[in-house]
């Protein structure tokens, strides 16, 4: 190859769920005042799947649309095809099953052919996680890869725990990554701190601790928030140093950038990272009140919105962080294709 190879994003999509959560009944449910979760946490309604419907319905339905965006944004001949997609890869916390993967069955259903297609867990984070992955591929091989990020959360929260009922959703959200003559995805910062490890977490269900009679009982199966301080502030202080240090780098500074858009973690998160940044309130792209916190999917379902309405488009200059689990972080510098 005599040539440099970089990559962008071409094209999003979006999947939400149309069946809604309302904060007055999750009040009720989870014993709050009225009004108390919208305060607390910015959050309006948390969209909610069918009961028929699994995470990977989400996912190949935001991969469509995707895949739709794209072909029809593209001339006739340019490149904007199944058969351009070299691979696959799917940032979930909830696939359908611990075995097999579900990635390969979104490809399959997408129609592929037999490219590479694996899951990635990395909880809020896994979206820029498998951008880094994307972007390795796409400049290596040439080749546009679908990245979608999809979580069902909403049968992983304890319906009367107010710390995981009143955030967290469902829904999904894909882009496509394609090969080009200009940096799209200009950067990206990756960091973890096991040291936090147990923060959030669901406690049975792996391998040091499969579900039991007795666990499941106690509810060790669902989403449970041991230090919810901890977690706010590595959320605030790493996106913000992530923030800030992928911009410095990169020797641009804040007041270049054309929006931002944070995981949609909740409000309070995203204004004091807002204030240690010192972007002004349009440079910054909130969704949490619609969409509320669907984990890895909030990034590229905040992207295919934004890009809707009209704030992100062609030229645009975009940082995307998150904060997740783990603990895991993330940042990225994108210049909008």
């Not at 106690?218 to 706010?232: C, P, R």
């Not at 913000?240 to 950038?257: F, T, W």
Request: aromatic fraction near 6%; include cysteine; charge should be negative.
């Amino acid at each position: 190859m005599g040539r440099n190879i970089f990559s962008s994003c071409v094209a999003t999509g979006r999947f939400v769920p149309e069946d809604c959560s309302y904060n007055a009944d999750v009040e009720q449910a989870c014993g709050l005042d009225a009004g108390w979760i919208e305060r607390r946490t910015g959050i309006v309604r948390r969209p909610i799947a069918k009961p028929e419907q699994a995470v990977s319905d989400l996912a190949i339905a935001a991969g469509k649309r995707a895949m739709m965006n794209w072909e029809e944004s593209r001339p006739e001949g340019a490149g904007a095809s199944r058969a351009s997609v070299g691979m696959l890869i799917l940032a979930t916390s909830t696939p359908d099953h611990l075995l097999p993967p579900t990635a390969p069955y979104v490809a399959s259903q997408l129609r592929l052919g037999t490219i590479p297609a694996f899951d990635i867990a990395v909880a809020c984070s896994g979206f820029l996680y498998a951008l880094q992955l994307a972007d390795d591929y796409c400049r290596l091989h040439e080749r546009s890869v679908l990245v979608i990020a999809a979580n069902l959360l909403s049968r992983r929260v304890g319906p009367k725990d107010p710390a995981t009922a009143a955030i967290f959703s469902d829904g999904a959200g894909a882009v496509v990554i394609s090969p080009s003559s200009q940096p799209g995805v200009i950067a990206i910062e990756l960091e973890s701190d096991g040291s936090g490890y147990d923060h959030l977490c669901i406690p049975s269900g792996g391998s040091r601790s499969p579900i039991q009679e007795d666990t499941y009982q106690k509810g060790d199966h669902l989403m449970q928030i041991a230090n919810g301080m901890a977690v706010y502030r590595y959320a605030v202080e790493s996106m913000a140093k992530l923030g800030q240090r992928i911009v410095n780098e990169a020797g641009l500074s804040i007041e270049d950038l054309d929006f931002w858009i944070p995981h949609q973690a909740n409000r309070r998160i995203i204004e004091s990272v807002q204030s240690r940044l010192g972007l002004p309130d349009e440079k910054v792209g909130v969704t949490v009140d619609q969409f509320a916190n669907s984990s890895a999917a909030t990034i590229p379902i905040a992207l295919d919105y934004f890009r809707e309405e009209g704030k992100v488009r062609s030229g645009s200059l975009l940082l995307l962080t998150a904060a997740a689990a783990g603990l895991s972080c993330g940042a990225s510098l994108i210049r909008w294709s």
